[in-house]
């Protein structure tokens, strides 16, 4: 599963953004999809996840409440749509996919770049 992540950038506290991720030749064995990120001196972050086949999502409580994620299924593509983003939400943001039957996040797109300045 090769995954594409976009939509990163340079954006002032209170902004919104949009990542995301696409997932061409998604395998039909792909069970759900998540968004981390990593700031420098922490440790990386799981910050939602959605199952593929429902839609179901779950948050980190860091972003819940701000972070919404989603998918596009005919365009195999997952969001994440970035609400009153601070300070503390610069960091690299991934996305991966995870099969079934597996319990890691084997799959994971290249990292783009989140900067919040005030």
């Known amino acids: 599963v090769q995954l594409q992540a976009s939509g990163g950038g340079l954006v002032q506290a209170g902004d919104s953004l949009r990542l995301s991720c696409a997932a061409p030749?998604?395998?039909?064995?792909?069970?759900?999809m998540g968004w981390f990120r990593q700031a420098p001196g922490k440790e990386h972050e799981i910050l939602a996840r959605?199952?593929?086949?429902?839609?179901?999502?779950s948050y980190s409580d860091s972003v819940k409440g701000r972070f919404t994620i989603s998918r596009d299924s005919v365009l195999a593509t997952v969001y994440l749509q970035m609400n009153a983003l601070t300070l503390e939400d610069t960091a690299l943001y991934y996305c991966?996919?995870?099969?079934?039957?597996?319990?890691?996040?084997?799959?994971w797109g290249q990292g783009t770049q989140v900067t919040v300045s005030s």
């Open positions: 030749g998604r395998p039909l064995s792909v069970s759900d």
């Open positions: 991966a996919a995870r099969l079934r039957g597996d319990v890691e996040y084997r799959y």
């Open positions: 959605i199952t593929w086949s429902d839609g179901k999502s």
